[in-house]
C-alpha cells in the first residue's frame, strides 16, 4: 500500500513561487507515475502534470511554462516546483500515483492519492 504525503503550500502574492513536495511510501517508488491535480473551490478536480515512471512528462496548458515536475527516486519523492504563479492557480494540490507507466492525465487511474496541501494566490 502506497501512502503519499504533500507539503509546501502556503499563501504568496501574485508572481511568486512554490515548490510542493510529496514523499511516497510503502512501495517501489520508481515503478510509479506520479502525477499532480488540484481542485478549487466549487470545481472538480483538475490534472496538473505527470511524470511518468519513464520519465515523460505532461503538463494542462493553463501552467505549461510555468510550473515544473520532478522526482527523486532515491528520496521516494516527487516535486512541483510553480513559478509565475496567479490568482487562478489557487487550490488544494494533491499528489497521485498509478501503477500504469505511461503518460496518464485522467485521476480515476490513479489508485493512490495524499491528502492535498493548500495553495493560496492573492493579487
Known amino acids: 500500500q502506497v501512502q503519499l504525503v504533500e507539503s509546501g503550500g502556503g499563501s504568496v502574492q501574485a508572481g511568486s513561487s512554490l515548490r510542493l513536495s510529496c514523499a511516497g511510501s510503502g512501495g517501489t517508488f520508481s515503478d510509479y507515475s506520479m502525477a499532480w491535480f488540484r481542485q478549487a473551490p466549487g470545481k472538480e478536480r483538475e490534472f496538473v502534470a505527470v511524470?511518468?515512471?519513464?520519465?515523460?512528462?505532461s503538463y494542462a496548458d493553463s501552467v505549461k511554462g510555468r510550473f515544473t515536475i520532478s522526482r527523486d527516486n532515491a528520496k521516494n519523492t516527487v516535486y512541483l516546483q510553480m513559478d509565475s504563479l496567479k490568482p487562478e492557480d489557487t487550490a488544494i494540490y494533491y499528489c497521485?500515483?498509478?501503477?500504469?507507466?505511461?503518460?496518464?492525465?485522467?485521476?480515476?487511474?490513479?489508485?493512490?492519492w495524499g491528502q492535498g496541501t493548500q495553495v493560496t494566490v492573492s493579487s
Open positions: 511524470l511518468s515512471a519513464r520519465w515523460y512528462t
Open positions: 497521485a500515483a498509478t501503477p500504469i507507466i505511461a503518460v496518464v492525465r485522467t485521476s480515476s487511474y490513479y489508485d493512490y
